[in-house]
């Protein structure tokens, strides 16, 4: 297949009349558009890659206000070993909706989402892995990243089943002490018998995945930076409303921030405004729906708003694509298009982010995933 490009936007750079050769699921080569009688060509006024939101619930929590919690244990506030894909349903209806709007990868989170019908978050301090999916249902990294939450939101819940700790003290000990057991384990010449929970925690300890942490406030940033320091291992902060206060000590720590459209419900989002967006550059962060908070097919909504605060197209481009992509730790393989890359791109109408731009095509993996007009 070859996908011939008015302009393509990389997003590094904007190219013009160029040629995305696809060969199986790859990228084979960019190069100048050439004229001829060439088979499998699809001619798109513009192209960009494939969107990425690396923080959503997509497959977990199809409807607002639906029975059950099925991202958390609510018995155990300390559950490392449980693995979000085996809860995710690939016919959730919001997957054809991330393809129509042009998002081809998702990070998928244990935990819940900022229902706007509940009056806070409900989240465990560390509810399990998280998972990255093709949004064609692929699963591409089943343990991705440790999910673990501090502050307000999981002090308010475990306070709200009578469980403990309800302090941010007490979180915090949590925490210290489930890597402490997890680090003596690992160390451990002799294991009489395998501690599930433990196990899970060695890869975390090893720098071979993150820990994504849910936090929002000045203080509660603070404490998790010095935890990552305390056992040497690399952390995610996912929303982090208030990143933008200590942007000196955050250049080198990779930030999912937002949504950044919400109401200031409580102190967590006291400080939630998306004028904060101008104070963010420099840093390394991407942006999310959390999904279902702000539906899937929003996020490059959220993104335009960007534009309104000093950044250029490239710039706010790269907020969903390849910043995304670090995140989860496949800038290598998606993000951007370039030869050798997933062959992941979304033909649209007109200029990215222009509100009257419609997506018109969607490829995953080198095969067409969505087509306006198609849609079932």
């Not at 192209?47 to 923080?55: K, N, T, Y």
């Not at 605060?309 to 907020?319: C, I, N, P, V």
Request: hydrophobic share 40%; aromatic share 4%; with cysteine.
């Amino acid at each position: 297949m070859i996908v011939r490009c008015g302009a393509l936007f990389t997003p590094l750079e904007e190219l013009r009349n160029v040629d995305v050769v696809i060969d199986g699921e790859k990228i084979k080569e960019v190069r100048p558009s050439k004229t001829g009688n060439d088979d499998d060509v699809t001619e798109a006024e513009c192209v960009i890659p494939g969107l990425i939101d690396p923080h959503t619930h997509i497959g977990l929590y199809k409807l607002e206000g639906e029975a059950g919690d099925h991202g958390f244990e609510i018995n155990d506030p300390v559950t490392p070993h449980l693995n979000v894909s085996d809860a995710v349903d690939l016919y959730d209806s919001a997957f054809k909706d991330a393809l129509s709007a042009g998002i081809t990868c998702v990070g998928i989170l244990p935990g819940s989402y900022m229902s706007f019908g509940f009056s806070v978050e409900r989240i465990t301090i560390m509810p399990g892995q998280g998972s990255v999916y093709k949004t064609n249902g692929r699963l591409i990294e089943r343990t991705a990243c440790i999910k673990a939450a501090v502050g307000e939101h999981p002090k308010r819940f475990l306070s709200e089943q009578k469980a403990v700790p309800t302090t941010r003290m007490g979180i915090m000990a949590e925490l210290r002490a489930i890597l402490t057991k997890a680090k003596e384990y690992a160390e451990s010449e002799k294991k009489d018998k395998k501690d599930p929970k433990l196990e899970a925690l060695i890869p975390l300890l090893k720098g071979e995945i993150p820990l994504r942490v849910h936090v929002h406030v000045e203080r509660d940033i603070q404490s998790v930076l010095r935890l990552a320091n305390e056992f040497g291992i690399r952390v995610v902060l996912d929303h982090a409303t208030e990143a933008h206060m200590l942007s000196d000590s955050l250049q080198n720590v990779p930030i999912v921030y937002g949504p950044i459209v919400f109401a200031r419900r409580g102190v967590e989002l006291k400080n939630l405004d998306s004028a904060n967006l101008s104070k963010m550059k420099g840093l390394q962060f991407s942006l999310t729906t959390d999904h279902p908070t702000i539906p899937i097919q929003y996020l490059d909504l959220l993104c335009s708003l960007a534009l309104a605060h000093g950044y250029s197209l490239k710039e706010a481009l790269q907020l969903i694509t390849i910043n995304a992509a670090r995140v989860l730790g496949l800038e290598g393989r998606i993000g951007s298009v370039e030869a050798g890359k997933d062959a992941d791109l979304v033909l649209l109408s007109g200029a990215p982010l222009a509100p009257e731009t419609k997506v018109l095509m969607t490829i995953v993996d080198g095969r067409i995933a969505f087509k306006a007009g198609e849609r079932e």
